[in-house]
């Protein structure tokens, strides 16, 4: 591998080519639900979800979006007077509502001084034709991501940790939002139970296939007040919990069998001490990047260098 080229297609070098200033993400929590909850598609959620791991302070479904949204700019703006945001729709599914009322909000946060663009996280199943034509107007006047949560190839998988979607719907939710002209994420969770390596990197493979614009890899976490976190405590035997070299190894070896067009957003995530069981190894994101880089540099690999297939 030559020194100049870079080992994995990031983020932030991606963000670059959309926009002239330098952006951040600011989350939302406009009060949606799942259909997992609801009982539309099945109840309690999937079986390791709890959603306050990724809610910031400023992000509490009492304030309104442009008031959440306003606290934050406030916040990052005291450091970086000159910086732009995305509106981060995070917790739970942000397309789950009537139409006319998930255009408002999403509204409601352009309009706010300083938000450049939308970011929305949803579930493949719940984005319908009419809501993507929405959408595809929105993208031609601002920036839009669409990030869906995949976690995984696997139907099996997905029916064990109460998904209520399959791959299938993944894919065609992937390939409506493209062709619509939004750029569109994924979401995958490295170390599921019953998933092996090899499982692991055919889902890379399979990802490949798809017109993916970005794509957040996250370990498992075993997170207080789940479903899973119960089932850990009863059968441990049936939970593969990576140290943190073997983790950066298997993602080192997804990396190598990715498509090198497909932006990498991010390896991990971090749950709240106070809420996480395990894997607890102390590292910030960077900290993990920066530890990533080096295993790429010793193994002398890049993003894409094992992918045997034509796309």
């Known amino acids: 591998m030559e020194n100049s080229r870079p080992p994995y297609s990031d983020f932030g070098t991606f963000l670059k080519t959309r926009f002239p200033f330098k952006v951040q993400k600011i989350s939302v929590n406009a009060g949606f639900t799942c259909p997992n ?60 509502d009537a139409t006319d009322a998930l255009l408002s909000k999403y509204e409601e946060a352009l309009a706010v001084d300083g938000v450049v663009g939308l970011i929305i996280g949803t579930r493949p199943d719940c984005m319908p034709d009419a809501l993507l034509e929405q959408l595809s107007r929105l993208a031609s006047r601002t920036y839009l991501l669409v990030e869906y949560g995949v976690e995984s190839t696997c139907n099996e998988t997905l029916k064990r940790i109460n998904r209520g979607h ?18 569109t994420g994924a979401h995958m969770i490295l170390g599921l139970p019953g998933e092996t390596r090899d499982t692991i990197l055919s889902h890379a493979v399979r990802l490949s296939r798809l017109p993916l614009t970005t794509l957040k890899l996250h370990q ?14 009863m059968h441990p035997e049936a939970f593969r919990l990576y140290e943190i070299d073997e983790y950066i190894d298997l993602v080192v070896d997804f990396i ?12 991990v995530s971090q749950s709240p001490a106070d809420l996480l069981l395990a894997p607890r190894w102390g590292l910030k994101n960077h900290e993990f990047t920066a530890r990533l880089l080096r295993r790429m540099r ?8 094992k992918l045997e297939m034509m796309i």
């Open 37 to 96: 909850r609801t009982g539309e598609k099945g109840w309690g959620g999937c079986t390791y979800c709890n959603n306050q791991t990724f809610s910031p302070e400023y992000c509490r479904t009492e304030k309104s979006v442009s008031e959440q949204l306003k606290e934050g700019v406030a916040f990052f703006g005291r450091k970086y007077p000159d910086m732009k945001y995305l509106a981060y729709f995070q917790a739970y599914t942000n397309t789950y």
């Open 256 to 267: 190598e069998h990715l498509h090198p067009g497909i932006v990498v957003e991010r390896f």
């Open 298 to 305: 010793e193994r002398n690999t890049w993003q894409g260098k």
């Open 166 to 183: 399959t791959y299938e719907e993944s894919v065609d939710a992937i390939v409506r939002t493209r062709q619509a002209g939004i750029d």
């Open 220 to 233: 498992l976490q075993l997170v207080r007040h789940t479903r899973m976190a119960a089932e850990y405590e």
